[in-house]
């Protein structure tokens, strides 16, 4: 079989995170139909867009998109910029947001007496309702009575089947539990109402321990014991900031690989680093592409090709054990390129 994939690097470092998960694919017992999409913020400037105006058709024929990052405020508004991330995430139903956290052996962690693997959770986060829709608008600008609203919004339909996808996803991990994230105290409908869905689909898995957490609680605990996390659920909003700390607490940004999901398969799903575009680096070849490799290797897993997923996480976990071969993100002076050919070289041992 052969996939198509399309390959939307974007700006910043995002190209060259985007070529070396490309060059781990193009090492694997596959057959991939690759087509690069050159859309980014160097577009804004003669159309005002940074994705042409059909670019989800263009995308749509695809088995999966790889994305590198989007944005560059010298070029392009940040909240023009990343739009076509969240128009493809919404347009595409991508709803499932799949982030996990692992601390690998060879990464420095900024905790005390945590071991590697100690830290081995996965957040799974709505991704196209909740709090980052675009209902809303500013009124009266320009005024003393300007106002701005941006309406929270949660469904029964997005709200059940986020949630027992992640019931799903905790059936197989061994530890078989899932936290889920509130602000029930203080969001008395929108937050009350995830809890009662929550509690509703909890029945229909009796095998599966779960507990609710607020959210400034689990930021907390995410820091404090990050080892009792398995399987965590949340909003949008909620799910985007804590997936932040789970990245930076199992050693950076440079680690956080993540896939965007539709699983009914209708609608193309997405794969990306969460590092952002860092331009101030771009081009020098510092960026870490262990997140895109690692965001590659999701991408392979959605695919059903789990054997060759499993080559590239093992690779990974090899040379990050090893440790000879760093980005300065790691304390090291090797190359974007350098780091990526360490890792392909290990897919054949």
Not at 74 to 97: C, E, G
Not at 157 to 176: P, Q
Request: net charge negative; charged share 25%; hydrophobic share 40%.
């Amino acid at each position: 079989m052969t996939y198509k994939i399309a390959l939307y690097p974007g700006d910043g470092v995002g190209p060259e995170v985007v070529a070396e998960a490309k060059k781990i694919l193009d090492r694997l017992p596959i057959q991939c139909e690759y087509a690069h999409f050159n859309w980014g913020t160097e577009l804004y400037a003669s159309t005002g867009r940074c994705a042409p105006e059909d670019f989800l058709d263009r995308l749509m024929p695809f088995d999966a998109i790889l994305l590198g990052a989007l944005g560059n405020a010298a070029k392009a508004p940040d909240h023009i910029a990343v739009d076509p991330l969240l128009t493809m995430r919404k347009s595409f139903d991508q709803y499932v947001n799949i982030r996990p956290a692992v601390l690998y052996e060879g990464v420095d962690c900024p905790l005390k007496n945590v071991r590697p693997f100690d830290i081995d959770m996965v957040v799974i986060r709505e991704n196209t309702e909740g709090e980052y829709t675009s209902l809303g608008g500013r009124h009266y600008p320009g005024t003393p009575n300007e106002a701005a609203i941006q309406v929270n919004y949660f469904t029964r339909m997005g709200t059940e089947r986020i949630v027992r996808y992640a019931f799903e996803t905790a059936r197989r991990r061994a530890r078989k539990h899932v936290t889920s994230i509130t602000k029930s105290n203080a969001l008395k409908y929108s937050m009350v109402f995830w809890d009662s869905v929550v509690a509703d689909v909890a029945k229909d898995y009796p095998d599966i321990t779960y507990s609710p957490m607020l959210v400034d609680a689990a930021a907390m605990n995410f820091v404090r014991s990050p080892q009792m996390f398995d399987v965590v659920v949340a909003s949008n909003l909620f799910g985007d900031i804590l997936t932040d700390i789970a990245a930076i607490i199992v050693g950076g940004m440079g680690f956080a690989g993540s896939a965007n999901i539709n699983p009914s398969r209708k609608f193309p799903s997405m794969f990306e680093p969460v590092h952002g575009s860092a331009p101030d680096i771009a081009g020098r070849g510092k960026a870490n592409p262990v997140a895109a490799i690692l965001s590659a290797a999701m991408m392979l897993e959605f695919l059903g090709e789990v054997e060759c997923a499993e080559k590239v996480k093992l690779a990974v976990k090899a040379h990050l054990a090893e440790g000879s071969v760093k980005t300065p993100d790691r304390g090291g002076n090797s190359t974007t390129s350098q780091v990526g050919d360490d890792i392909a070289s290990r897919l054949e041992r």
